[in-house]
């Protein structure tokens, strides 16, 4: 089945700066990767996506790439701000039918 | 629309007692999901319903039972709770069997 990996698993950033997280998947029929980003005591939230089809995909301070030839995809946040701070978790899907497989999640710390 | 909404919120077991997580979202979702999150360990699933009437184990599905009570619910039972189900339970709905939208959690613990 599907393994993601994520890292880092914690990663601190001066406001301002940019903060990239990567992953990585197994399955070659992975075709849905999706970011979702979990504040304290709250629920995962969707923040963006992009479907195999795709490289890239950008929306306002955010984005992600995906490289399909070498199973990663990452997320880059730019001039990140301290509400930036949270939990990011990737997944990644092989086949609808089945299931989002997450990665452990990155802890992204800003500070001002 | 409430979207995806789970009861109750909060509860403390003791170790054998059973209780069910109840999940019901308003979006007309053909799937549903339980997760459960602890610290470092991300979000693994529990079990899944891809369409109303069908149900299958996840990762970590040893110790709950599901139902997929109609299109709209998903409930996870917990027949003999133990203290290493202590976590919090997010259910999600999705459309198209991508794209998962999660409810509020539950947070149980288990003593």
């Known amino acids: 089945g599907e393994n993601v990996e994520q890292h880092p698993s914690t990663l601190s950033v001066q406001e301002g700066d940019s903060a990239v997280i990567k992953c990585t998947y197994s399955?070659?029929?992975?075709?849905?990767f999706p970011w979702y980003k979990q504040e304290l005591g709250k629920r995962p939230q969707l923040i963006i996506d992009?479907?195999?089809?795709?490289g890239e995909k950008k929306d306002q301070r955010i984005a992600v790439t995906l490289n399909k030839t070498a199973k990663h995809f990452s997320l880059h946040i730019t001039e990140t701000q301290p509400e930036d701070s949270a939990v990011y978790f990737c997944?990644?899907?092989?086949?609808?039918?089945?299931?989002?497989?997450f990665g452990k999640g990155t802890t992204l710390s800003v500070s001002s | 629309n409430a979207g995806v909404t789970q009861t109750p919120k909060f509860q403390v077991l003791k170790t054998g007692q059973s209780m069910t997580l109840q999940c019901a979202q308003d979006?007309?979702?053909?799937?549903m999901y339980w997760y459960r999150q602890d610290p470092g360990m991300g979000l693994r699933l529990i079990y899944y319903?891809?369409?109303?009437?069908?149900?299958d184990k996840g990762e970590v599905p040893n110790g709950y039972n599901v139902s997929r009570l109609n299109k709209r619910e998903f409930s996870l039972r917990l027949e003999s709770a133990a203290p290493s189900q202590t976590s919090v339970y997010f259910c999600?709905?999705?459309?198209?069997?991508?794209?998962?939208?999660f409810g509020p959690g539950t947070r149980l613990l288990v003593l």
């Open positions: 999600a709905s999705s459309v198209d069997g991508a794209t998962q939208y």
């Open positions: 399955d070659s029929a992975s075709n849905y």
């Open positions: 992009i479907r195999s089809n795709v």
């Open positions: 997944a990644a899907i092989a086949q609808a039918g089945t299931a989002l497989i």
């Open positions: 979006m007309n979702h053909n799937s």
């Open positions: 319903s891809a369409s109303e009437g069908t149900t």
